[in-house]
């Protein structure tokens, strides 16, 4: 079946504007994770959506960074007055919380969003 | 706060020579470990995982170990092939609240030929 897709999977923006970035998770499942990761380095975690619940945004760096999910599905990823050290790779990821078979934590990936601020 | 240190940065090992890979963690409510191998230009995907119950879990040439009381987990490949390089991420969650996972820094693999 499809898997989690990602939009754009490039873009560059110069520094100041705003982006938006996009996020279509697998049919069904309620939890979506947001992280960055920045060149050669590991996945540094943004938010986290659980169904109808508020979300996590222990991760978000700045008040720049906002997400939202609507009709718990679709997410979009905004920083507002992009600066350089944004540019970096926004993995998004779902998994099938809660459970209904198989791991239920197991986080599935999109190919990521490079982002390049100039 | 929650920490995932994970060792080597980079491992270069000899096809057919075995990988292992180590990683600590500082959240003892974390329950749940999972380990994502990514290839170049994609996202991360799950090969293995292990709960807190289980102190050892293999599938076909890779397996994981647990050591709950010192806070450690392995990822160990053994008979290693060239399509085995790539980043390797280990994760905690904590499953018993939400599924906030942190991930360790990575491990590039490297396999010659």
């Known amino acids: 079946g499809a898997g989690v897709s990602q939009s754009p999977s490039n873009k560059v923006t110069e520094k100041g504007k705003d982006v938006e970035l996009r996020c279509d998770p697998i049919?069904?499942?309620?939890?979506l994770y947001w992280y960055r990761q920045s060149l050669g380095q590991g996945l540094e975690f943004l938010i986290y959506?659980?169904?109808?619940?508020?979300?996590?945004k222990s991760g978000l760096p700045s008040d720049r960074f906002s997400a939202e999910r609507t009709g718990g599905s679709v997410s979009t990823l905004t920083i507002q007055r992009t600066q350089q050290e944004d540019s970096a790779v926004y993995l998004c990821?779902?998994?099938?919380?809660?459970?209904?078979?198989?791991?239920?934590?197991?986080?599935?990936f999109g190919p990521g969003t490079r982002l390049l601020v100039l | 706060g929650e920490n995932v240190e994970q060792h080597p940065s980079t491992l270069s090992v000899q096809e057919g020579d075995s990988a292992v890979i180590k990683c600590t963690y500082s959240?003892?409510?974390?329950?749940?470990f999972p380990w994502y191998k990514q290839e170049l230009g994609k996202g991360p995907q799950l090969i293995i995982d292990?709960?807190?119950?289980?102190g050892e879990k293999k599938d076909q040439r890779i397996a994981v170990t647990l050591n709950k009381t010192a806070k450690h987990f392995s990822l160990h490949i053994t008979e290693t092939q060239p399509e085995d390089s790539a980043v390797y991420f280990c994760?905690?969650?904590?499953?018993?609240?939400?599924?906030?996972?942190?991930f360790g820094a990575g491990t590039r693999l490297f396999v010659k030929a």
């Open positions: 049919s069904g499942h309620t939890a």
């Open positions: 994760a905690a969650t904590d499953n018993t609240g939400g599924f906030k996972t942190i």
């Open positions: 292990i709960r807190s119950n289980v």
């Open positions: 990821a779902s998994s099938p919380y809660p459970p209904s078979s198989g791991s239920r934590e197991t986080q599935y």
């Open positions: 959506f659980q169904g109808n619940s508020a979300p996590d």
């Open positions: 959240d003892s409510a974390s329950n749940y």
